[in-house]
């Protein structure tokens, strides 16, 4: 992808990391009436962003196709929020320091992260769609060929699962025995095609059939 789209990792994550720690803060605010004063808090504090950094980059949750569904973004969650739970676990208990650290600010941390993390997502996943919807950062694509093949890309295509690509044609001499919402043409066509539309990537099913047609 070009343009925003590498940095749509690095927006999500700094989201994250900056949600964790305000839900750290607001929980412990909520249950002990104060800002952070005890030094124990502060080095749990840095466990929770340690182990989410761990959690997040096993997992790949910031993938591109793992951020742009709220299905995906769900589970990616329940998957992070069980490492993180049982991770966090482990570390305390090996402390062995007769559990220093309040339960209930614990619960309310992890709540609020789950929470406001999956609005985050959700409400990013959602601009970002807005953006790409008014025609802003997002790769031309062509399909060259034909077939069950084309028919998959096609319909990939214009599925949500994809994003950061618009597909504007699909060209083959051969007849498409499956409707399209985008332009067809012959193979002779490409190349003005292309030209005309700055195109950024091009999808050869059959190279073969191409050089020999093109007399490339």
Known sequence: M????KYFWFIHFLGDIILINLSFFCSYFYKFGSLIHDDRYIFLLL???FIWIFTAFI????AIK?????????LNL???GFINVFVLAAILFSLNDDSPFSREHLYYTYASVFSLVLIWRYTSVKLI??????GYNYDRVIIVGGGEVAKGLNDYFFSDNILGFKLLGIFSDVSLSFKTNTKFGSLL?????????????????DLLQILMKLKI
Do not use: P, Q, T, V
């Not at 070009?2 to 789209?5: D, R, V």
């Not at 997992?59 to 910031?62: E, N, R």
């Not at 793992?66 to 769900?74: C, G, K, V, Y």
């Open 66 to 74: 793992r951020i742009s569904r709220i299905d995906r973004i769900l």
């Open 129 to 134: 769609y807005l953006y790409r919807k008014y």
């Open 59 to 62: 997992l790949d949750l910031y």
């Open 47 to 49: 466990i929770f962003n």
């Open 2 to 5: 070009k343009g925003y789209s």
């Open 189 to 205: 066509e490409i190349k003005k095609f292309a030209l005309d539309n700055e195109i950024d990537e091009f999808i050869i099913l």
């Open 78 to 80: 329940l998957k992070a």
